[in-house]
DNA sequence: ATGAAAGCGCTAACAC
DNA sequence: GTGTTAGCGCTTTCAT
């Protein structure tokens, strides 16, 4: 493997007009362009990263801090997030934290340690304040899920409202004993969208019953699962409910027919996220749907915008009921 | 942000010195390591990895090139190889290739430019002769798909084996036209699974007829749901289907459905892959596992090892019918 | 337009 | 056990 040396030498210039052709700078002659360039050619020369990266005290990657790669919600936001990268000279390391403190320290450490530029975490709970620290001499952008007080710009959705909207369509096709199935309260939007639900029950002036409230454990669907499982264990069954992720929903559903009742007929389902599998599901599920690709795609560009010192601010992000098959009559 | 000669100025001593303590070389005396230490802890320090790299020529980075990110096959895989990863002291680029060429080659020079270390890769018909030829002189692993005469070491399952025994349970239950969704043939699985379709027929005397192979132009469940529809148009209707990845399978039960049509009583469906929502449709579906988790821990381990030079030997997996609801009765 | 040389932050060979 | 120093491969300032 050849260096700049070699390629200097062989075409007979200095490493410094190597660099300049490298870099694409007009200030070589065309003759002395060609030289380097057949020089590279020939000696089959490729500039090494990591002394430019050196050199110019910059990786050009990006970290991702991801909850759990399973979860088809986050491929859409990181689709995003790499695209855009790509377009900006970045590169992603993308890094599951499985909620993990220790986990997620050890990817902190990547841009303490300079091997990273910035970060774009989705998971700020789980290590709040040394995210908040982390923020005051590092570039972090939040996407999705965010510490209020971390003072780390953010882009997100209004979960309150989007909640409140999935709840009053339940409400307004006439059901009136509505169940929630949310993820566990440490989550923000868990709470955010906690709220919506009681805002619509609320504003209709239904009650709302603690009972129909069920937290789940984890965000897959075996939860989903789970949850609706209890849910059909109630003596008054309710005739709706609302799940606040698709895989919630999923779960639910599967738990629904496995005791041969009907969807939408006799208990409705709202999911929310609008994942891809949601519309692949028997009845097909009306869900909230989030710009999860533009997400990503808007949390590249700020973090970008942050790394090069620029000042950034938190976005929140459009939202769109979905009706399907699960709500319809 | 303080470099090593500043750390090595505050505790007294040389630059050697402070690099032993951080490379916890035990050829330093416990004196001197304390005031190293205390020095790193009043700075603020933190080794730069750019450096450190630079000087072992190293980036401890692996760049895993997946064809999609969204396709939860892969998802398990990427889990196995991150966990590997970081045991091993690595990090991992995830790369999403679309299958595009030029998307392949931006992250070939990567490797190229020594920003990693390796490659896993899991598309490598993308670009057959590029990817043999960086495979001379890089070390690359190959996983689940893979270029036959690559001379590129590859982990995965025998797919030819597993799709009989597939069809083979389908013909044990008592079908006798079964119809293949397959996915193109520029897949060497999906070359290999037609393969063990036919053989699996063959075997039982079974005609095999064309009119009953489907090949799909994309990999998510709305071309299943595409193909199950051709299927469906047929004058004389399969009373089975065997479709070579869970999303195709998924979709073509989304279709049967929507025809009013019972699975498994009208049409019995077998998958592959075993992912996650396999397990939460309605019926649940019967599907052939792959050890995904697995197939990415030996994949990241037979990387380093190939990295640091080892022989590395190219490995089959074993894989598993599993049968559910799709195929009952 | 081009070259010489310093230096990014680190490790390790060698000397003591 | 510790220090001195070269050098990993590059970019960029300052001369010319």
Redesign the interface.
Known sequence: MANIHQVAKHAGVSVATVSRVLNGQNSVTAKTRIKVEDAIKQLNY??????R??RN?E?R?LLVLIPN??N?FY??I??GI?NTA?DLNY??????TDTNPD?EN?YF??V????ADGIISMDPAVNVETLTKLGKTHAIIQCSEYAVDSGIPYVTIDNLEAAYRAVKHLIRIGHTRIALINSDQKYLYARQRQLGYQKALEEHGLHMDEELIFHTQGL??EYGQQAMKKVLSQKQRPTAIFAVSDLLA??A??EI?SHSLKVPEDIAVVGFDKI??SN???PTLTTVAQPMYQMGTIAAKMLVDKIQGKEVESLILDHELVIRESTLG
């Open positions: 490729e500039p090494s990263l990591l002394g990266n050196l005290s990786s990657l790669i399973s088809p491929s859409e990181i689709n790499e790509i590169n992603i390391l993308l890094c599951e986990r050890i450490d990547l303490r340690k300079k091997m897959g669907f999923i779960g559903l599967k027919h891809a599998f692949m599901t028997h």
